[in-house]
């Protein structure tokens, strides 16, 4: 094929290409308009969009401006004094009054002071068990109110760690069958450091 000169494109060859043209389907109308050729290979590089205020999720917030919304509280409003106080009574009513009154005696006591957690529950579990199979009623579980303050442990450790607990692994298997009321104990049984656990009869 014979090199074409500098004059480029011959009347024939400029014919033949603009009726290629007109039957094509433009790629960038743009380039079209504006009389530039197209540039094979190559695919304009998208622009970023600008972010949308609108679709923030939250507000803008400046250095030293105040947060509006309210901080939670660091404890439950309800602690956990409350929430035994107004479970629902699960025993017989008289009985019941009796009891938070301090005006039934205990027919045997486990001490859980100075015991860590992997210590008391299997000790609980045995004392309960055991009380139920004997036929008693009402058993003290005494835990302590918990250290008064933080002693500088790398974890810190919740005051009253055992209080907190011994609810808790009452209602839950195995205990639970055989506990039917938890209640915290009068002044006279050791109060906010006691329960009182009102078993079941055995069957």
Same mark, same amino acid.
Do not use: C, N, Y
């Given at each position: 094929m014979a090199r074409r000169?500098?004059?480029?494109?011959?009347?024939?060859?400029?014919?033949?290409?603009?009726?290629?043209?007109?039957? /094509?389907?433009?790629?960038? =109308? @743009?380039?079209?308009?504006?009389?530039?050729?197209?540039?094979?290979?190559?695919? !304009?590089? &998208?622009?970023?969009?600008?972010?949308?205020? /609108?679709?923030?999720?939250? =507000? @803008?917030?400046?250095?030293?401006?105040?947060?509006?919304?309210?901080?939670?509280? !660091?404890? &439950?409003?309800?602690?956990?004094?409350?929430?035994?106080?107004?479970?629902?009574?699960?025993?017989?009513?008289?009985?019941?009054?009796?009891?938070?009154?301090?005006?039934?005696? &205990?027919?045997?006591r486990l001490d859980l002071h100075g015991m860590t957690l992997g210590q008391a529950h299997p000790v609980l579990i045995r004392f309960i068990l055991a009380a139920h199979a004997e036929g008693k009623r009402l058993v003290l579980v005494i835990t302590g109110k918990g250290k008064d303050r933080d002693e500088g442990d790398p974890i810190p450790i919740r005051r009253g760690v055992l209080r907190h607990q011994v609810p808790g692994w009452l209602h839950a298997p195995p205990l639970g069958a055989v506990v039917l009321d938890i209640r915290e104990a009068h002044q006279r049984h050791g109060g906010g450091g006691a329960y009182y656990v009102y078993l079941r009869k055995p069957r």
């Open positions: 000169g500098k004059k480029g494109l011959s009347a024939d060859d400029k014919a033949l290409w603009d009726r290629v043209a007109q039957s /094509a389907t433009p790629l960038h =109308p @743009a380039r079209l308009r504006s009389g530039l050729p197209e540039m094979p290979g190559k695919k !304009p590089t &998208p622009k970023p969009k600008a972010p949308d205020p /609108a679709g923030d999720r939250l =507000p @803008a917030f400046r250095i030293g401006e105040k947060a509006t919304h309210a901080a939670h509280p !660091p404890h &439950p409003v309800q602690d956990l004094s409350a929430r035994l106080a107004h479970a629902p009574v699960r025993m017989d009513h008289g009985a019941h009054r009796k009891m938070i009154r301090g005006k039934l005696t &205990p027919e045997a």
